[in-house]
């Protein structure tokens, strides 16, 4: 796994935009997989700052969302839909009939999960799947005892994550108690995954994510076996990491972003 540690929250996002907005370059028909939460916000204000300011254009790029809450409609403030659009998709040239998120209101939600994944197979694969990490080291809302294998599917929140997402309900009774999620498998199949993790409350479960035994009970730690990682951190989220030193000596010098070591 590739690991930079950034010295603040901003540069960590505008790192992790970058990457982005170099493969959106390189390859203007990407699939992108994209991620909600706090942490990606300024990443997607980086990106909208590079499609205003130097035409990074998003008019090919495909996308698919991580998860959407089960039950929320769409036009609800709090879905994965209408946070997408407030932070990305409204400020860019994206072809919304190429964004896909999950329904969180689907009728026949093993239909809906099954067709989520042929929908990603037919574009051919995400390119790059952008991830947080919950404070349980949830990816996507791959609870602590996914299956490591597992599929895009409905998956009951644990009390943390619905602890967590409190702050943006207004109250832990407000938040949905289940999500549809791509699950550990489907990410892992992504060609890349770029896992942005910032602040201090992170670093105990980024610590064990990057560094700790393989486990379903921190699904973010099935990402070390995938071949092509970057996790980009904020200096308050890399302060637990027992090999920060070599990661920075790893980096120091590293003139081509391209050019990593896996
Ligand atoms: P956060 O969420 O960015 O709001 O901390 C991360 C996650 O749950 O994946």
Redesign the pocket.
């Known amino acids: 796994m590739r690991v930079i540690i950034r010295n603040d929250a901003a540069s960590a996002c505008i790192s992790a935009a970058r990457i982005i907005a170099a493969l959106v370059k390189r390859k203007p028909t990407a699939v992108l997989g994209l991620?909600t939460?706090?942490?990606?916000v300024v990443c997607y204000q980086e990106l909208i700052r590079l499609h205003q300011q130097e035409s990074l254009d998003f008019s090919q790029v495909t996308t698919f969302n991580l998860d959407e809450y089960l039950g929320l409609p769409r036009e609800h403030s709090e879905s994965f839909y209408s946070f997408m659009h407030r932070h990305f998709f409204d400020y860019i040239n994206i072809d919304l009939s190429r964004v896909n998120l999950p329904d969180g209101l689907a009728a026949d939600l093993p239909n809906a999960c099954d067709q989520y994944e042929q929908k990603i197979v037919a574009a051919g694969g995400i390119d790059l799947q952008l991830l947080?990490?919950?404070s349980n080291g949830?990816?996507g809302f791959n609870e602590p005892g996914s299956s490591l294998a597992s599929r895009t599917r409905v998956k009951t929140l644990c009390t943390e994550t619905i602890r967590?997402n409190a702050r943006f309900f207004g109250s832990e009774a407000a938040v949905p108690k289940r999500s549809i999620t791509m699950g550990v498998g489907t990410i892992l199949d992504a060609r890349s995954c770029l896992l942005l993790v910032t602040g201090a409350n992170k670093a105990a479960t980024i610590r064990s994510a990057i560094e700790g035994p393989i486990t379903s009970q921190n699904t973010a730690t099935a990402l070390q076996m995938h071949p092509a990682v970057t996790a980009i951190l904020d200096e308050a989220a890399a302060s637990w990491l027992g090999r920060r030193d070599y990661y920075l000596q790893s980096e120091s010098g590293m003139s081509n972003p391209d050019h990593w070591q896996a």
């Open positions: 991620a939460g706090g942490t990606p947080g990490i919950g949830h990816i967590d």
